[in-house]
């Protein structure tokens, strides 16, 4: 994303320095963002029509710092093709205060040629981290896109205290043979990730499932399941 427009009756307010990903599946849709300067970030996954110049996105999931909600979201978005991308409209939405907005988001276009297994959206179904002989178990809500030499993660999760917590990561990756992925960063929540290249060992399990598993310089692993949306 390279500009945003937000209209109410009172304000009109345009912001060029977020930081905001989104990739267009052959069926899915997902985008994440992140506010540099204070971390909070969000995103969102879903599916996505496409009728004339309008496109109707149904987003099954998203969440924003403390927030999430699990329910289907519908959006109208008015398209117009541009030099280096396009715009979007969504001429009436709602914010978290509740009041009725016009949003307008410009996007330049980064997309590649380059293909690979891991193109399309994901949603975790397991995750636990392997340490020696101890093993212990994730919970949170994690979803991820592949598309276009391009990836997207964002998960969600409430802690020991019940406070909810959202994080995202988004940048470029390249599939090295059949089992192994490099991720490059640009944009995250951790700044343990931000700006670094990230080595994934993977497993595909069929189309429709792969394993992916991050050693840790301590010699722990942290191992994911993914399961293909259709």
Known sequence: MSSSNVKT??????????????????????????????????????????????ITERVIFNAYDSTKSSGTSIFTLAIEKTVKGYKQVIADMVGQDGQHNKLTEEYESVGTTTTSPLDGAWKQTSSFTVNGKDTSSNINNQYKTYYSGHVIWGHNYTDSLNKIHTGIGFGKFVMKGTDKVTESMEASTYYQVRGNDVDIDIEMKGTDQFKQTITNPDGSKNVEIYQRLK
Not at 12 to 20: I, K, L
Not at 31 to 49: E, K, M, R, W
């Open 9 to 54: 009756d009172k304000t009109d307010s345009t912001y060029t320095n977020g930081h905001q990903l989104k990739i267009y599946t052959d069926g899915y849709m997902m985008y994440a963002n992140v506010n540099s300067p204070d971390s909070l970030s969000g995103f969102g996954v879903g599916t996505y029509s496409i009728e004339n110049d309008t």
